[in-house]
């Protein structure tokens, strides 16, 4: 299978943040592959502007050694990677002055997709779409792309949605959250809405629970500052694991377009019962196996912060009242692994008498690593000896069902930068969806701070704590193992 790669139009691409973490790690990288793929047309710019002044070969340096640093040797070469350096430029800007911006209305080609990435701190979203308008550098078409954290909370997210909305219209805002840039992720929404097989069964009466994880195994490294104001809930659970949920959950849009697709995580995120405290784990790892403690990373003896969260949710509707929804992520876990696991009920009857123990068909979607799909079947153990069943996956991994020649499996970021070039907000986060995901979790938040509640410690390297096993085991479930 080859992958078609369709080039979108030209663009003039302004990174702010241009020598930020992300850029390096990610923006750069990634606009790098697209151009190599062919996806990037040869007229296209990344302007990259920060604060300090660069003359363009330095950054053309930075980008270069971003690049190599991230790019794997198989995915590069010297030509494609002179060409696209070609491409970028650098401007110096102050986001709450007056400086460069008038140089860099006049960088700007006319007639091109203009597009504007945030990548910068919170406080500076607002002061940079105003001053956007206001030097004319963004046009009626202009996009702007808006990383997280959306806010800390619904009031804090609405007030950004009125100040961005005071410069531009929700069609221009792109809000990123990279999670629905994964393959497999939007492999959740082919494998449901593209086959007859599953969705019929998709509902209560089917599925017995789903299990979403998220765990990863480094801890708050150097951003314990953000971190500890934020914690896993605003972290990941705002956002990444609620969009999961909300794509687990959605009804089938209509269409796969922006406005449909939005309007069904909409109404999940609204059908969602408030959590009862007992359905809700949070935990901070400590130190062991060499590993700091989370203290110790974020260099305060007090803090009560929490690392990790198991919850469960439920969703008051006709499709899955009845059907628990387990959420869990967390920092300095065991393995690296992301998946959801849609468990579905036993058979009505056993045929196979009491002796036969059922196990349960699992549909298993894996993000991360090793992306694919498996389902759990029961099957006749081979062999003579009567009938004896087990369960067995049917495997698929997307790296060999696509064959050697397959796609390679673009990030996130890349995917979702073309996205914004396009002009298809389908994989981006409207305003009420983030402002109705905070409405959901602030209580949650409050109810803790209010009780003045601490965090469960849990040994770095685990699969978290104690509580979070019997947050399951109450309801006679187990989560799934955490494995890389
Ligand atoms: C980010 C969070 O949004 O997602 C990080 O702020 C987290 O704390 C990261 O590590 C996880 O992303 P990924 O793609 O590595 O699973």
């Not at 990037?40 to 710019?45: F, H, K, S």
Request: aromatic share 8%; hydrophobic share 45%; proline share 6%.
């Amino acid at each position: 299978m080859v992958a078609r790669v369709i080039p979108v139009e030209p663009f003039d691409l302004v990174v702010f943040g241009g020598t930020g973490d992300l850029a390096r790690r990610k923006i750069l990288p990634g606009l790098y592959r697209r151009f190599r793929d062919g996806q990037m047309p040869a007229e296209a710019r990344v302007i990259g502007a920060a604060r300090r002044a660069m003359e363009t070969d330095s950054y053309r340096a930075f980008a270069r050694d971003a690049i190599e640093e991230e790019v794997a040797p198989a995915r590069r070469d010297p030509d494609s990677l002179g060409a696209f350096l070609d491409r970028l430029d650098h401007v110096a800007i102050d986001a709450e002055g007056d400086e460069g911006w008038a140089e860099l209305a006049a960088r700007m080609h006319p007639d091109r997709v203009r597009a504007f990435y945030f990548s910068v701190a919170p406080r500076l979203f607002g002061p940079l779409a105003e001053r956007l308008h206001a030097h004319g550098v963004a046009d009626a078409e202009a996009r702007i792309v808006v990383e997280k954290p959306f806010g800390q909370d619904q009031a804090s997210a609405r007030q950004l949605n009125a100040t961005l909305a005071a410069h531009f219209g929700e069609s221009q805002i792109y809000r990123i959250d990279h999670y629905l840039g994964k393959e497999t992720v939007q492999n959740l929404m082919a494998v449901r809405f593209a086959n007859i097989l599953f969705e019929p069964l998709w509902n209560a009466q089917f599925v017995d629970h789903v299990q979403i994880t998220v765990a990863e195994t480094v801890g708050v490294g150097g951003r314990g500052g953000y971190y500890d104001a934020a914690g896993a809930m605003r972290d990941m659970v705002q956002n990444h694991l609620m969009q999961l949920l909300c794509l687990i959950a959605m009804e089938p849009p209509h269409r796969f377009d922006p406005q449909a697709v939005r309007d069904e995580k909409l109404k999940v995120i609204r059908a969602l019962d408030p959590v009862a405290p007992g359905d809700i784990v949070r935990g901070q790892y400590a130190a062991a196996g060499g590993m700091n403690g989370y203290l110790q990373d974020v260099a305060d003896p007090d803090s009560r912060t929490e690392s990790f969260v198991a919850l469960k949710a439920h969703l008051s509707n006709w499709r899955w009242k009845g059907t628990p929804f387990y959420l869990r992520t967390g920092k300095r876990l065991r393995a690296r692994s992301s998946e959801i696991a849609v468990t579905f009920r036993e058979p009505p009857h056993s045929i196979f008498g009491e002796a036969e123990r059922w196990a349960e068909n699992v549909l298993i979607i894996r993000l991360q690593p090793n992306e694919g799909i498996k389902l759990r079947v029961m099957i006749k153990e081979p062999g003579p000896g009567g009938m004896r069943l087990v369960n067995v996956p049917l495997d698929m991994s997307f790296a060999e069902a696509l064959g050697e020649n397959g796609a390679e499996i673009p990030d996130a970021y890349e995917r979702l930068i073309m996205d914004v070039i396009r002009g298809n907000q389908t994989l981006f986060m409207r305003g009420d969806e983030v402002e109705a995901a905070w409405a959901w979790i602030d209580p949650l938040i409050a109810a803790w701070e209010e009780r003045g509640s601490s965090p469960q410690p849990y040994e770095a390297g685990s699969s978290g704590p104690e509580e979070a096993a019997i947050l399951m085991h109450r309801d006679g479930r187990r989560w799934r193992g955490i494995e890389p």
